[in-house]
């Protein structure tokens, strides 16, 4: 079965600062999809970033990057110049399109982001 | 509409009890997702349907918990003889059927049911 581990609860950051969200996950597969999911006090899940495995780039939307890194089974999110709206939990989350395509999520950290 | 819609945003019940959280997803999505959060965890998946019919019900806890989408639009998740267990947020989400592979899943914001 698949895993998804998020071994950081919570992190800040200083406004305008660079930070950096780990993930490691567990899957005996070659082809699935990661995302990263922010999850603010409001409860909806809204996603940031996705990137399929079988693409050796890093995904990029905007402040947010990915660093993945496949035979590791490592999938960090970075998170650019912070700002105070970026505060909120931040998921992990593992996907197989042989399986429903439905979605194993992290425990979840939770950013600060200081003025 | 807008956005996927969930109703209500919170309930509270009492030990025993049933109730019915509602999904109104976004218009035009097939595929439609129930997900619970149980305090300081992640969602866990429980019930995936395409269209009408429930593709993989595999992460419904027990049998007091059911859903149904019946005209391929509406998901009511139905849970028979609350727990406190059973206390959580329940996230819905829809996408256009191809799951997150091909579109996004958007999420509504949830039901935060309260067993005391």
């Known amino acids: 079965a698949q895993t998804v581990t998020q071994s950081q609860p919570e992190m800040s950051v200083q406004e305008a600062e660079t930070v950096t969200l780990s993930c490691t996950y567990d899957?005996?597969?070659?082809?699935?999809?990661l995302f990263w999911y922010k999850q603010p006090p409001s409860r909806q899940m809204i996603l940031v970033i996705r990137?399929?495995?079988?693409?050796?780039q890093n995904a990029t939307e905007n402040r947010f990057s990915v660093n993945f890194q496949k035979a590791a089974k490592s999938f960090s999110l970075k998170i650019s110049d912070s700002q105070l709206g970026d505060t909120a939990m931040y998921f992990c989350?593992?996907?197989?399109?042989?399986?429903?395509?439905?979605?194993?999520f992290g425990t979840g950290t939770r950013l600060q982001v200081f003025p | 509409g807008a956005g996927v819609s969930q109703t209500p945003s919170n309930k509270v019940t009492e030990k025993g009890k049933y109730v019915e959280l509602r999904c109104d997803p976004i218009?035009?999505?097939?595929?439609l997702y129930w997900y619970r959060q149980s305090l300081g965890q992640g969602p866990e998946f429980l019930i995936y349907?395409?269209?009408?019919?429930?593709?993989?019900d595999s992460g419904l806890p027990n049998d007091r918990f059911f859903a149904v989408r019946p005209e391929g639009s509406v998901s009511t998740l139905k849970i028979q003889r609350t727990e406190r267990g059973d206390s959580a947020v329940y996230l819905c989400?829809?996408?256009?059927?191809?799951?997150?592979?091909?579109?996004?899943?958007?999420f509504g914001q949830g039901t935060r049911l309260t067993v005391v």
């Open positions: 989400a829809s996408s256009l059927g191809q799951g997150a592979v091909d579109t996004e899943a958007f």
């Open positions: 899957t005996s597969e070659s082809n699935y999809y």
């Open positions: 990137q399929e495995a079988y693409k050796q």
């Open positions: 989350a593992f996907m197989s399109p042989y399986n429903t395509d439905k979605l194993i």
């Open positions: 218009s035009g999505h097939t595929a």
């Open positions: 349907f395409q269209g009408t019919g429930a593709a993989d």
